[in-house]
């Protein structure tokens, strides 16, 4: 008898007073306390000292617990602790529950979150369906909350359970704090009431509301006004941005999909941005877009995953001219056009194949627009085929592509490339990759312009076999403190003085620019439309030392000697004549405080340096400098093509723990006066509950631009003009967490 009122008593107390958590009425509850009394004649039970409760993921103690089965009357008094499934800790003085447990009074609360945010109340009352309509009522009186952290004399309290709300409200604060008089939760509506409430900061109020009504915890989305913002820039001036967001699935069920219109309010307009979610079975949609007047913008993005192998792409990017979005701030791009593209892609084991149309929409003004090719379609499909056992295999590609013009300058190509790889390891240490190629290509050009200026239309062909094999020879040392490897490499490729058509238009291979990456490649050339033909030689010498705890340096340094006297490559791109310029990479890397990389190109005949590339990094989280130093240079004085001289520094500055600086500039070096193409300065507090950021940005790219200094309206401007423009932004936003952010 007495096993069975312990356990009636075990399990009406945890799904009772735990009234935050979903428990399995099946689930078994473990008990323990120092000191269990049972009334036989009162029908009552007793527990004192260290009294526990454990059903699942959730947990019960305090210091006594009194349950009088006649009365259905149980009171938890001291130090009452609840831990519910979702991570979230409630602290009280006591706990009373009567009727049946359908009325609930706490005393004293403090609940703290799964993410460690923390709300108190003087009192808590829960009501067990009150009504079909209502179902649970809960009352919370004299409540606050905040994701900050409690702090005395600006110190972080390590436990707050140690202190009593009266003595966390008399001694602590928090940076920030909600208070309101009364909240009220309606279980079936989901819906929390709060009234007469007052945002805190440092303990001054700062914002006042009557009354406020939102979603409890467990509603994920729902229709409504989100946190308002303002927003400021040349072309609008000062605005309010007020966004609404909808959920689709509230009104439609059986679709997965939210929307959300935020209307920029200001003196001169209002511009109209809207993002478009859905979610389906195997697919994603994301659309954004905004507009304003007759102008408008649209990024769209679409993913299939129609099975394990197929995929289906649609990105979309478009604008309704080249100056709109950088005017109107909806978003920059280093790139000098925007990209739309259909993408169906296959991907196995052994095989891939990709079918893609493409669309660029210009955005530089010295361009013309007429000029830039729609791609429509571009296919490629490569097959791994290892049909030996020496771990040799060959691949089989095909690729198609259609370019077409507004300006009438077209070309079509079909192409086929089979090769034959063989990679191996010697028993005495040789690592040796051979390789044997065709590659073929069939044309359809119409009106292209040739460099004598003459106009072709035609079907040339090109084509192209070689065999290529690359060998080296690793000398391994094991030092006590680091180790070193010495790698001689020397790479044969072999080709016949093939002489390409000079009707064959450039669309997919960019001029050469010779450096340490290329030194050892089979092809140099991307794409078909430019084959390096001729036999050539590549070697080198690598050398890399390291450590077991992440220390290491290494340096590779080459040259290429061509056998043909052919010169049809760049007059610039270091491989013009029968020996190349030595190219090479130095890279030193401490683990911890320097990042050194250095790649360079170096003539043969002068030893003068034609391309430098710099990257560095130095320091840790105190200060810290990133530097990308880049310059390249032609090797006849007279010609002033190719000559590229550029700097970009970053120093970043954790001054604390909370603060941080941001300095980032970018400088061509080879424009009059050393001009800066942009330049950012930023400043950053930050804690676990707030964050405070400011950032000045000037951004002399075409894409970004805004207003010239004239002040006209950007439609009247021309295209020399629209080349001069820069732009100048302020924004400072402050951030709530986890309420989001407000940008002015």
């Not at 069975?4 to 689930?27: G, H, P, Q, R």
């Not at 009504?213 to 609008?236: C, Q």
């Amino acid at each position: 008898m007495m096993n069975k009122w312990i356990s009636f008593f075990c399990f009406s107390l945890c799904s009772s007073i735990v009234y935050a958590a979903d428990i399995d009425e099946n689930t078994p509850v473990d008990f323990s306390a120092d000191d269990l009394e049972f009334h036989q004649q009162e029908q009552a039970m007793y527990a004192h000292g260290n009294v526990s409760f454990v059903q699942g993921d959730s947990f019960f103690k305090a210091d006594n617990v009194h349950y009088s089965v006649k009365d259905q009357h149980l009171k938890a008094i001291g130090n009452v602790q609840i831990t519910t499934p979702d991570g979230g800790v409630l602290h009280a003085d006591e706990v009373d529950s009567t009727d049946n447990f359908n009325n609930d009074v706490v005393g004293e609360v403090r609940y703290v979150l799964s993410d460690h945010s923390i709300a108190t109340a003087k009192r808590g009352q829960r009501l067990t369906k009150i009504d079909e309509v209502h179902g649970d009522f809960t009352q919370l009186d004299d409540t606050r909350y905040s994701t900050c952290d409690y702090c005395i004399n600006g110190l972080p309290i390590e436990d707050e359970s140690q202190y009593t709300n009266k003595e966390l409200d008399e001694k602590a604060e928090r940076f920030w704090e909600i208070r309101a008089k009364k909240i009220t939760h309606y279980s079936n509506e989901h819906d929390m009431y709060a009234e007469n409430i007052f945002f805190y900061a440092k303990d001054v109020p700062i914002l006042w509301m009557p009354w406020l009504k939102y979603p409890d915890p467990s509603v994920k989305r729902r229709t409504g006004f989100l946190i308002p913002g303002y927003k400021s820039n040349d072309r609008m001036k000062h605005g309010v941005l007020l966004p609404f967001y909808v959920d689709i699935k509230e009104l439609v069920p059986s679709m997965d999909a939210d929307f959300i219109y935020t209307p920029w309010i200001s003196n001169d307009g209002i511009l109209s941005l809207l993002e478009y979610r859905q979610k389906f079975k195997d697919a994603d949609l994301f659309a954004k877009g905004s507009f304003i007047d007759h102008r408008g913008s649209l990024d769209l993005n679409f993913d299939w995953r129609i099975n394990d192998i197929w995929r289906f792409k649609v990105d979309l990017e478009e604008v309704s001219s080249s100056y709109y979005n950088g005017v109107y701030d909806i978003k920059s791009t280093s790139e000098p056009w925007y990209t739309s593209t259909v993408d169906l892609q296959a991907l196995t084991t052994d095989t891939y194949f990709d079918l893609k149309a493409i669309k660029y929409r210009n955005l530089r003004t010295n361009v013309d627009s007429d000029t830039m090719p729609k791609v429509l379609p571009r296919s490629e499909f490569v097959q791994y085929i290892s049909p030996f056992d020496n771990n040799s295999y060959f691949t089989l590609g095909a690729s198609t592509v259609s370019l077409y013009r507004d300006n009438h300058v077209n070309t079509n190509r079909g192409s086929i490339n089979i090769a034959y790889h063989l990679p191996g390891i010697t028993h005495w240490g040789l690592v040796y990759e051979g390789a044997v190629s065709l590659v073929g290509s069939q044309y359809d050009v119409h009106n292209y312009v040739k460099e004598d200026g003459s106009v072709f239309s035609g079907q040339p062909t090109s084509a192209m076999a070689q065999t290529s094999l690359k060998i080296s020879y690793p000398f391994v040392n094991i030092g006590e403190n680091f180790n070193q490897v010495v790698e001689p490499i020397v790479m044969v490729v072999a080709a016949p003085n093939h002489i390409q058509s000079k009707n064959i238009p450039n669309e997919d291979s960019n001029n050469l620019d010779f450096s340490d990456i290329d030194l050892f490649s089979e092809t140099r050339y991307t794409g078909y439309d430019r084959i390096e033909a001729g036999s050539r030689l590549n070697y080198g010498l690598k050398w890399s030392a390291y450590d077991n705890v992440g220390r290491s340096i290494s340096f590779l340094v080459g040259q290429s000697h061509k056998y043909s006297d052919r010169n049809e490559v760049d007059l610039f791109s270091g491989i013009y004549e029968k020996d190349s310029d030595v190219v090479g990479r130095f890279q030193v890397n401490d683990g911890r405080f320097i990042s050194l990389a250095y790649a360079f190109r170096v003539d043969k005949s002068n030893y003068r340096f034609n391309r430098s590339d710099v990257t560095l990094g130095l320091g840790n989280d105190p200060l810290r400098l990133n530097v990308s130093y880049l310059y390249t240079k032609d090797r006849m004085k007279e010609v002033d093509r190719g000559i590229r001289e550029s700097f970009e520094y970053a120093l970043t500055s954790k001054l604390t723990q909370n603060w941080s600086l941001n300095f980032a500039q970018t400088l061509d070096l080879k424009s009059k006066g050393k001009n800066a193409t942009s330049t950012k300065i930023s400043a950053r507090y930050e804690n676990e509950c707030f964050a405070l950021e400011f950032s000045f940005t000037k951004d002399y790219s075409v894409a970004n631009y805004k207003l010239n200094k004239n002040g006209k309206n950007i439609d009247d401007l021309n295209a020399h003009q629209l080349e001069n423009l820069s732009s100048t932004s302020y924004v400072v936003f402050v951030e709530i967490k986890p309420f989001g952010r407000i940008a002015f």
